[in-house]
């Protein structure tokens, strides 16, 4: 087979393994997020999203090595040429061919092969020098908040890489490429603002190699809401902090409009409430919470997600509309689930009214119920760390009626039901 043969079947196994039960996968942008994280984790190499986009591009040129080894890296493979030679394919020979045709074709072929390898070689050993990466001795990088609570907050971080040779260096904010800014390899000291809550890992990179991770946990007082336009919206909008009202955990169309929001375009209202929550694992933990969107907004396909978040990673999980379900999909632990190849029809209910979702994990085992009706149940095989944050965000605005979150003993780690300001 051809480069480009064995990058597409390397494309087709990496969609068998995010979706092994769907015939035809058209990868969407979160796809691309999760499994530029997948490639991190196995390899320790950085894929923006731009990256994985080309290489599932129809008219993709061949990738650098060192992409196509962080690539294979998902499918359990150290280099791309571990890859290869475990998909060749044997050449077939017709039982009509003369024997002695086929015995001066195998050293011509051979011959063709060899050259072919040697040039293919020459060319990336070259491409390789160019961006070459060499690490003479120790290099530091370390970080420091600006602010013990709250957001926005600057960090500053302090580099030393006089040892390393390299053609490029970048400080990456968390797992999202996109937030990553070059650095001056001969400064010291670059600072970065942080306007998100969360638990973030910040990377020093070399290239394309991660050569230090920092961990930045940017938390809250108490819950804080912000709105935004997208996902990706590089300054949310912070809203005051009088969010309980009536007993609930609320903000009100003049909040969100006194925040800047355009009330004219879709928008997500998300609730954190990120802190230290005590030694309580991503692998035993029961988490409950009664929620509801707001049926004035008359989102198309309301919904809502629930976000735990963890040292290592995330889970994410929601409810939306029962016509809508098959954009649901969900983070239980290491494991990926798509509403297109799994039955998440239970997560289909009127979120305009009170639901209670509820997902208790013992040992690696998931069990999610809604409104005290189990409707999905799931195992996973890598933990997350510790439980460093709870999120709830909505499409357009939303109600919380009480949160709770217990260790896997069963004793309570925290519980609000908003009756009082806490």
């Not at 050569?211 to 909008?237: C, E, M, N």
């Not at 976000?307 to 969900?330: Q, S, W």
């Not at 997350?384 to 009626?401: C, N, T």
Request: one cysteine or more; glycine letters at 6%.
């Amino acid at each position: 087979m051809s480069d480009s043969q064995y990058l597409a079947l390397c494309r087709n196994l990496i969609e068998k393994k995010l979706y092994p039960d769907q015939k035809q996968v058209k990868l969407k942008q979160r796809d691309f997020n999760y499994l530029s994280v997948m490639i991190e984790e196995a390899s320790g190499v950085v894929l923006s999203l731009s990256t994985m986009k080309r290489l599932w591009a129809s008219d993709v040129k061949q990738p650098h090595p060192s992409t196509l080894n962080a690539l294979v890296s998902v499918l359990g493979f150290k280099e791309w040429n571990d890859f290869k030679l475990a998909h060749q394919t044997q050449p077939t020979v017709q039982e009509n061919q003369p024997q002695k045709l086929q015995k001066k074709l195998l050293p011509l072929a051979l011959v063709i092969t060899l050259l072919l390898t040697g040039f293919l070689y020459w060319s990336f050993t070259k491409e390789d020098s160019k961006s070459s990466l060499q690490i003479n001795g120790p290099f530091n990088f370390a970080a420091n908040k600006t602010v013990s609570n709250g957001v926005p907050n600057s960090v500053i971080f302090d580099y030393d890489v006089g040892n390393i040779k390299a053609d490029s260096f970048f400080i990456q904010q968390s797992w999202n490429a996109q937030n990553k800014e070059a650095i001056n390899p001969e400064g010291e000291h670059f600072s970065s603002i942080y306007y998100y809550p969360g638990f973030h890992k910040a990377k020093l990179i070399a290239n394309d190699s991660i050569l230090k991770v920092h961990r930045i946990h940017i938390t809250t007082d108490g819950w804080k809401a912000y709105t935004a336009h997208s996902d990706y919206q590089d300054i949310p909008y912070y809203l005051d902090d009088d969010l309980i009202k009536d007993g609930m955990l609320q903000a009100s169309e003049q909040q969100i409009m006194d925040a800047k929001t355009d009330l004219s375009k879709p928008y997500i209202l998300v609730f954190n409430n990120v802190k230290d929550y005590g030694n309580i694992q991503s692998t035993d933990f029961h988490f409950n919470t009664k929620v509801r969107c707001d049926s004035i907004d008359k989102e198309v396909c309301s919904s809502l997600e629930i976000r735990i978040l963890c040292e290592d990673h995330i889970y994410f999980m929601g409810l939306t509309e029962p016509g809508c379900v098959g954009n649901a999909n969900m983070k239980i632990g290491n494991k990926y689930i798509d509403g297109k190849t799994n039955d998440l029809s239970g997560f289909g209910v009127d979120v305009n009214q009170w639901n209670n979702f509820d997902i208790k994990v013992q040992d690696k085992h998931a069990i999610l119920q809604v409104n005290n009706k189990p409707v999905f149940e799931t195992t996973f095989d890598k933990g997350l760390g510790k439980i460093v944050g709870l999120v709830i965000g909505f499409k357009g605005r939303g109600f919380i009626d009480e949160v709770s979150l217990q260790n896997g003993q069963g004793e309570i780690v925290y519980h609000n039901d908003f009756m009082n300001n806490l």
